[in-house]
């Protein structure tokens, strides 16, 4: 069965630093790979998604991950963080046949001025 | 604008009670989802249906059941038998033909309080 760890429960930057988000993946066969963010008490929206065109993938807000099947893994970066990217992030993924997303445990990114 | 709407967003109920939360999407999705989410357990799939009158148990359906006689809506219902309903729940779809599969679109949650 496919799962997904995300290292951290909690990053904490500043506003202007890099962003660094790790998700590790477990799958058997090629897998669907999702990144989504959620802000307090609201639902999730997509950021990026992996679905083997490319290994690295560029989403909205300023945000990419970069498939590494060796290592499997799928962190999400982004050069600068603002204080609008303090929000929770969840990895995700999913295989061919199967329509059901797995979610990692999520990361809440904190940004200080 | 379409979307996924969830009602209500806020609710208390007494021990005991059953609830039932509304969900109606109108992106024409075939498949339908609920998930809890709990501070530090991520999103926890519940129930999911890929077609009317269809639906199957995930992985923490005890305590809970579901309907889906329309495309549109997928309600849950929270049972009296659900030992910790308190929690934030989120309904969401996804298009099977032709879409990407595992891709979810979320509605705003609903938050389920029990005194």
């Known amino acids: 069965a496919q799962s997904v760890t995300q290292l951290g429960s909690h990053v904490s930057v500043s506003e202007g630093a890099l962003v660094l988000l790790r998700c590790n993946y477990s799958s058997s066969v090629p897998p669907y790979l999702f990144w989504y963010v959620q802000y307090p008490n609201q639902g999730l929206q997509l950021l990026l998604k992996?679905?083997?065109?490319?290994?690295l993938v560029k989403g909205i807000n300023g945000f990419e991950a970069e498939f590494k099947k060796s290592e499997t893994s799928f962190h999400l970066t982004k050069p600068s963080a603002h204080m609008s990217d303090a929000a929770e992030y969840f990895c995700a993924v999913s295989v061919t046949g199967f329509q059901k997303l797995v979610f990692g445990t999520g990361t809440r990114l904190l940004v200080s001025p | 604008d379409g979307g996924i709407t969830q009602s209500p967003k806020y609710l208390f109920r007494k021990e005991g009670q059953n609830v039932t939360l509304s969900c109606e999407q109108n992106?024409?999705?075939?498949?339908m989802y609920w998930y809890r989410q709990d501070p530090g357990q991520g999103l926890r799939l519940i129930y999911y249906s890929q077609i009317v009158n269809d639906f199957q148990k995930g992985d923490i359906a005890e305590g809970y059941s579901v309907s889906r006689e329309k495309k549109e809506s997928f309600p849950l219902t929270v049972t009296s038998a659900q030992k910790n309903p308190t929690a934030f729940y989120l309904c969401a779809s996804s298009q099977l033909a032709g879409g990407i599969t595992g891709e979810l679109f979320f509605g705003e949650g609903s938050r389920l309080t029990v005194l």
């Open positions: 992106l024409n999705h075939d498949a």
């Open positions: 992996y679905t083997s065109a490319a290994t």
